[in-house]
Nanobody, 116 residues
Framework: VQLQASGGGLAQAGGSLRLSCAAS????????MGWFRQAPGKEREFVASLSWKAVLKDYGDSVKGRFTIYRDNTKNTMYLQMNRLKPEDTAVYYCAARLGSTWISWGQGTLVTVSS
């Protein structure tokens, strides 16, 4: 599966952004889709994941209640709606696809910068 992330940019604290991840390939329904982020000097952090049939959702503790992961199957696209942004949300965000227990495909990353 090939992934293309977009939608990053600059936001003020308390504001919102929506990230998109366009997916292409065969048998997309087999994949768990997810978002990760990496801030400068820090390790990559899990943000959220979603089964392609949207039955199972999971969120990292730092984003619970503020971020929402969802998908549009008609467009083969996954989204991350980010609300009540904080400066500590500043990072490069990556979308990824998981098959079984392994994240096997990664998008190129999109930068989110939140100013205080």
């Amino acid at each position: 599966v090939q992934l293309q992330a977009s939608g990053g940019g600059l936001a003020q604290a308390g504001g919102s952004l929506r990230l998109s991840c366009a997916a292409s390939g065969r048998a997309l329904s087999e994949y768990i889709m997810g978002w990760f982020r990496q801030a400068p000097g820090k390790e990559r952090e899990f943000v959220a994941s979603l089964s392609w049939k949207a039955v199972l959702k999971d969120y990292g503790d730092s984003v619970k209640g503020r971020f929402t992961i969802y998908r549009d199957n008609t467009k083969n696209t996954m989204y991350l709606q980010m609300n009540r942004l904080k400066p500590e949300d500043t990072a490069v965000y990556y979308c990824a696809a998981r098959l079984g227990s392994t994240w096997i495909s990664w998008g190129q990353g999109t930068l989110v910068t939140v100013s205080s």
